[in-house]
Each structure stands twice: as structure tokens, then as C-alpha cells.
């Protein structure tokens, strides 16, 4: 229960969805607007990473406990 105190975890979690799904979108939709496509792929990156750096600074926290 004290994992779910934690909003690192959640955010986490939720920034790895949302930039999974725009990067599969990205890369599974026609390439008729590709610069839509472009901004997909990049949010998706960024949205990634910032999701990886959240659970990342959870994993750091609880070694340093």
C-alpha cells in the first residue's frame, strides 16, 4: 500500500503509456501527414523518457533507504 503513496510510481507509469501509444501510432498510421507523424514520434519519445526518469528516481529513493 505505501507504493501507491508514492505518485512517482504513477506517473511514471502513466508518461510510459501515453508515449508507448503515441510512438505505436506513429509508426502504425499511413504516411499521408507526415509531419503529424513527426510530432507523434517525438511527444512519444519525450513522454517515454520522462516516464523511465520518474521510475528511475523511485528505484534511486528506495535504494537510498
Known amino acids: 500500500m505505501n507504493k ?8 511514471g507509469i502513466f508518461f510510459l503509456i501515453i508515449g508507448f501509444l ?7 498510421s499511413d504516411g499521408s501527414l507526415e509531419e503529424n507523424n513527426k510530432i507523434n ?3 512519444g519519445l519525450l ?3 520522462f516516464g523511465l ?7 534511486k529513493r528506495k535504494k537510498n533507504n
Open 22 to 28: 503515441l510512438m505505436g501510432y506513429a509508426f502504425l
Open 53 to 59: 526518469l520518474m521510475l528511475l528516481l523511485k528505484t
Open 47 to 49: 513522454f517515454s523518457s
Open 41 to 43: 514520434l517525438y511527444c
Open 4 to 11: 501507491l503513496y508514492d505518485l512517482r510510481i504513477v506517473i
